[in-house]
């Protein structure tokens, strides 16, 4: 609002954020919407991830200012001097202990590199932990402990997964792999096409085998996503050219596990 950062925790009263709006990374074709993940706003703890850019010629190292009493007093800590961060995630799991993730140099919207950071003193001072699991561009980050988070990659043909879970923080990560369920028989020949072969005669014909695996269907993952309950719900969609059920169908799996393990839901609608 007016140039300024402001925060709200009963929305009648508006608090200023001790940061210039240029220094904030906003969504894609936006000034004002600030990139999701990049902040946290509780009654607890209030965030905001800022810098790794050049603003008006000066270069803002990537820096966090948080508050632990609604906005009364703010503290600013610089964590890195990179200057071409795309992406933020924030997280505290209490007063003292959060972590940081910041997606950086991308390169032809195909790759980017990333770091982790934690903190154990409320955010006075942080250290990395890791530079995560791939580099490919990052879709979303969420945390659901200090120890356990996941990690979902824009896919690219040919993963065996997209998404990874780590349960120390972000030192180690392994993919995530959800079972595999049976696809009815309208995933035989989508659209219509048929695979020709050699019949024993040498004459062609349709192979009525030749049809899609589960894993040809639903293969790329979306962030996580994390109620109320901790139960975490993944959605594994069908991405690029999808053509079974028109490609309006997705996956749906759950864990209430922090992800030790996961339960096939059902096959969903999803909108466009």
């Given at each position: 609002?007016?140039?300024?950062?402001?925060?709200?925790?009963?929305?009648?009263?508006?608090?200023?954020?001790?940061?210039?709006?240029?220094?904030?990374?906003?969504?894609?074709?936006?000034?004002?919407?600030?990139?999701?993940?990049?902040?946290?706003?509780?009654?607890?703890?209030?965030?905001?991830?800022?810098?790794?850019?050049?603003?008006?010629?000066?270069?803002?190292?990537?820096?966090?200012?948080?508050?632990?009493?609604?906005?009364?007093?703010w503290t600013t800590c610089e964590l890195d001097k990179i200057y071409t961060a795309d992406y933020y995630y924030v997280k505290f799991f209490d007063s003292d202990n959060g972590?940081?993730?910041?997606?950086?140099?991308?390169?032809?919207?195909?790759?980017?590199?990333?770091?982790?950071?934690?903190?154990?003193?409320?955010?006075?001072?942080?250290?990395?932990?890791?530079?995560?699991?791939?580099t490919n561009i990052i879709k979303g980050v969420v945390y659901v402990s200090s120890d356990v988070g996941f990690f979902c990659y824009d896919y690219v043909e040919g993963m065996d997964s997209n998404l990874y879970k780590t349960d120390d923080g972000g030192k180690t990560f392994a993919k995530v792999m959800l079972e595999e369920q049976e696809l009815d028989s309208s995933a035989a020949n989508p659209q219509g096409q048929e695979t020709e072969t050699k019949t024993d005669s040498g004459?062609?014909?349709?192979?009525?085998?030749?049809?899609?695996?589960?894993?040809?269907?639903?293969?790329?993952?979306?962030?996580?996503?994390?109620?109320?309950?901790?139960?975490?719900t993944i959605y594994l969609t069908q991405g690029k050219n999808a053509v079974y059920n028109d490609g309006k169908t997705a996956a749906k799996y759950q864990s209430s596990d922090k992800g030790s393990t996961w339960k096939y839901i059902g096959q969903v609608e999803i909108k466009d």
């Open positions: 609002k007016d140039n300024s950062l402001l925060v709200t925790y009963d929305r009648e009263k508006y608090i200023s954020v001790p940061v210039s709006y240029s220094y904030l990374l906003y969504e894609p074709n936006s000034s004002t919407t600030l990139k999701e993940g990049s902040y946290m706003i509780t009654t607890e703890k209030t965030a905001f991830v800022y810098g790794g850019k050049t603003a008006n010629n000066t270069k803002i190292p990537v820096t966090v200012v948080y508050s632990d009493d609604k906005g009364e007093n972590v940081i993730v910041c997606g950086y140099a991308k390169s032809n919207d195909t790759n980017e590199s990333s770091r982790i950071y934690s903190t154990s003193n409320g955010g006075e001072s942080w250290d990395i932990v890791g530079s995560g699991p791939a004459k062609n014909g349709a192979d009525s085998s030749e049809q899609l695996r589960w894993g040809d269907v639903y293969k790329e993952a979306l962030t996580p996503v994390v109620d109320s309950t901790g139960i975490i």
